[in-house]
């Protein structure tokens, strides 16, 4: 019997700050109803002193770990964040980052799945962590007002008695034509300063609903089910019109699709385990429930993952 990977906990963090889009409105030249009517954000989570990127992805781990019911320690497999692992109690692992922007838990994902299902671990810990916060140019309001920080994260277990459950098809694509359409100017290999976020938000919109709606279908055709076959779509939370437009084109009806964005804003890599965990608690997505996650990102990359939850 072949080995899937199945998630057997989840868990999200999010900084103790939360600022509404009227609270922003106090501090750059914007407002609630600019914001609300071209993003569907009404608020996001900025990390404040001594919340990072590293303390976020651990209190996120720590939850996806409690929630699979398992020691720490048998964590054999960390990826996106390895500075969590000596935090977490686990001292001899696989730990490495990968770096595909919104697109990265998707990445991460996929990769751990692959490598449960050739026996490199028993059980793998992924997680999403962001404080886009720190990159972002606060004179640009049209860009600075759609971003928030937290973190996500997923408990795997590869299972040769999983039956229908696990991960069922996944799909990644990356061009990097785009990538001056959404991307980090500076940082360490171009300039001694900091990178900050760029992005022309319009044309980024249109490549999102196009790639999103055509990896989906790749994903569903993979798998051998129906669109209509779907209990729930965990999209990345960019922005409300991307995620109704990628809906529309799809046929998706607007109840089957997990929306957070309005809460949190755009968390990048952390905002699909994030819309994940928030749907699970909430008693949402249950066992054996079909799950499609998708995101895009700069650069750009994107990808999908079926699953049986």
Known sequence: ?????????????????RVSNEQLASRIETSDEWIRGRTGITARYLAGEGETTG????????????????????????????????????????????????????????V??????????????????????????????????????????????????????????????????HNELLFVDGGPSTSDQVGKLRMKGQEVFRHAVTNLASVLQEVLDMAGVAASDLDWVVPHQANRRILDATARKFGLPPEKVVITVDEHANTSA?????????????????????VMLEAMGGGFTWGACLLRY
Request: glycine share 10%.
């Open 270 to 290: 952390a905002s699909v385990p994030l819309a994940l965990d928030v749907a699970v608690r909430d008693g949402r997505i249950k066992r054996g429930d079909l």
């Open 112 to 177: 751990a799945d692959s490598m449960l299902r050739t026996g490199a671990a028993e059980y793998a810990l992924v997680i999403g962590a962001e404080t886009f916060s720190r990159i972002l140019d606060w004179e640009d309001r049209t860009t600075c007002v759609l971003f928030g920080d937290g973190a996500g994260a997923v408990v795997l277990h590869a299972d040769p008695n999983a039956g229908d459950r696990g991960i069922l098809a996944s799909k990644l694509h990356a061009d990097g034509r």
């Open 55 to 110: 303390t976020l992805a651990t209190d996120a781990a720590r939850k996806a770990i409690a929630a699979a019911g398992i020691d720490a320690s048998k964590i054999g497999l960390i990826i996106l964040a390895t500075a969590t692992q000596a935090a977490l109690g686990i001292n001899d692992c696989v730990a490495f980052d990968v770096a595909a922007v919104c697109s990265g838990f998707l990445y991460a994902i996929t």
């Open 1 to 17: 019997m072949s080995v899937k990977s199945v998630i057997i906990g989840t868990g999200s963090a999010l900084p103790q700050e």
